[in-house]
């Protein structure tokens, strides 16, 4: 399974804006001289393509102010013919979060508001599952993943639901932490949900949309880059969505989280994303142009949450912080920020070395493989002096175990369901309507020998179940992204008075209890 840095995933520059121009020359090498770039660079991709089972891959690099590489390989779609070039399609996921946080920090700048104001002088009403959080949460926690909730707590909820972003920071409320406020790390996507949302009552109602796109999309000149997910299924040059998570290769539907998307909804290419990383690496200019002033901009950067301060087993790095939406850590002497994305299919890095004038931005279109950030790591390496290692090859290892044992998982599911074994009750008594308080109903209805269940929230998912034995069924998701696992319900007497759920951890770890209404 992929870390929660793929939805998922700054510290402050030690230096001015014009010292963060500055490169190495005795640890970084240029483009010219980069001979993993120059000799190897295809045939890593080409390979890495092959073994992870990723039908296609756009890649910039950007060095010195120019762009070293910007291309595509393979294939938009399984089975045809048309390429991935530079100008294809993808969905970024939470990297659509830098675009968030640099707006907030672009409206402070603008004295429309503070990121240390108070949540709920913007946004009325808002609060936390316990009364003090609710009283001390500002602009900057909202993006700062403060809340002590875990991972990807709600997501089942808000991910691909028919809720609006308003309905979604409101049910924040309902979000009961495991952890303490400030304190304990959980990465929450609805809070940069509410952050959008910050954006409309700060300006007199532009929207988060039409704010990143003034601000953003078009002094940049990212004409082929999009605030949401609508409509991209239909547009010309897109890459389509597949995963092999719970079994071959297959593809997936598109996603719509245009609901959250202030945490995740942007579309983009890597022609796009080379105007993105050139204004990152220009402390804000970009073209000549002051796009964003310096100050704001490394406000993005600044630490505001402190993730790791441990030595990595496997890379040259010892930190890792969190801003306004990026990461951030030194690697191999360098202080690297990066941020990577997932959604259904796809998964995304953006990467910016100030110091060495390098970025680095990575799409795919298969959502269970950790190529994209091996390869990452890989030009990080060949720029910043590392020794040769293959990254690739060393993820892979850990990868293939973990799907080996993903599908022996699935595998035994379906033995215990072909045993065709009888269930206690009748299947009528597994009927009926249940609800959660925080995903709200879920209904249950006999179709033949299976059951199936409707998610009234989320129009566009449904799960069959399969009696497997005791009270446990298979549940098979008609969005193969939420994948096959066993739903538990609990009985009491003769009578059904709950049932247990959960999905793939790409979209959230813990499972549901849903009570018998």
């Known amino acids: 399974m992929l870390s929660f840095l793929l939805r998922f995933s700054a510290a402050s520059a030690l230096c001015t804006g014009l010292l963060l121009g500055a490169s ?8 010219a001289s980069n001979r993993f770039m120059a000799d190897s660079l295809d045939r890593y991709i080409e390979r890495g393509l092959r073994q992870w089972q990723i039908p296609g891959l756009a890649i910039v690099v950007v060095k010195n102010g120019q762009v070293v590489v910007s291309k595509g390989y393979g294939v938009r779609a399984v089975g045809k013919p048309e390429p991935v070039d530079a100008n294809t399609l993808f969905m970024i996921a939470s990297n659509t979060k830098l675009f968030t946080g640099s707006a907030l920090a672009k ?6 508001l503070s990121l240390n104001d108070r949540a709920d002088k913007y946004l009325p009403g808002f609060c936390l599952y316990d009364s003090i959080s609710s009283q001390l949460v500002t602009v900057r926690d909202l993006m700062g993943h403060h809340f002590g909730t875990k991972t990807f707590q709600g997501d089942f909820t808000f991910w691909d639901s028919n809720l609006s972003r308003e309905q979604v920071v409101q049910r924040m409320r309902l979000l009961k932490p495991s952890g303490q406020f400030r304190k ?51 547009r010309p040059n897109i890459a389509l969505p597949y995963s092999n998570t719970f079994g071959p290769l297959a593809q997936m539907p598109f ?109 795919t279109n298969n959502d269970n ?73 879920i209904s249950i209805s006999q179709k033949g020998k299976q059951l199936l269940v409707n998610f009234p929230n989320h129009p566009n998912l449904t799960a069959t179940l399969d009696y497997m034995d005791g009270q446990e069924f298979r549940a098979t998701y008609s969005n193969p992204t939420y994948g096959i696992f066993p739903a538990v319900f609990k009985v009491e007497g003769q009578k059904v008075a709950g049932v247990e759920m959960r999905i793939n951890p790409f979209i959230e770890y813990d499972s549901y209890q849903f009570s018998r209404l």
């Open 184 to 234: 304990d790390y959980g990465y929450c996507n609805a809070g940069f949900v509410a952050a959008g949302l910050v954006v409309p009552a700060a300006t007199g109602g532009t929207s988060w949309d039409d704010y990143v796109r003034q601000s953003f999309l078009q002094p940049l000149g990212m004409s082929n880059t999009y605030t949401g997910t609508s409509g991209y299924g239909q």
């Open 369 to 441: 493989q950790s190529f994209f950030e091996a390869l990452r790591y890989q030009i990080l390496d060949s720029y910043l002096g590392v020794p040769y290692t293959n990254r690739s090859a060393a993820f892979l290892k850990g990868a293939r175990a973990g799907d080996q044992e993903t599908y022996a998982a699935v595998a035994q599911l379906q033995k215990r369901v072909s045993q065709k074994k009888k269930a206690p009750l009748a299947l009528a008594a597994y009927t009926g309507q249940f609800t959660h308080p925080l995903f709200g109903p």
């Open 255 to 363: 996603d719509n989280i245009d609901n959250i998307g202030p945490c995740g909804s942007m579309v983009s290419n890597v022609n796009d994303l080379a105007k993105w990383l050139r204004f990152q690496l220009d402390s804000g200019r970009y073209e000549g142009k002051q796009v964003m002033s310096w100050a704001a901009l490394r406000k993005t950067r600044d630490p505001n949450t402190l993730l790791n301060t441990r030595k990595s087993t496997m890379l040259p790095t010892h930190y890792m912080t969190y801003g306004l939406g990026v990461f951030s850590a030194d690697y191999a002497g360098s202080q690297v920020f990066w941020h990577t994305g997932g959604a259904t299919g796809h998964v995304s890095n953006v990467c910016f070395v100030p110091e060495e004038q390098l970025g680095i931005a990575i799409l």
């Open 107 to 112: 409206l402070e700048d603008e004295k429309k």
């Open 24 to 31: 190495h020359p005795t640890q970084a090498q240029s483009a």
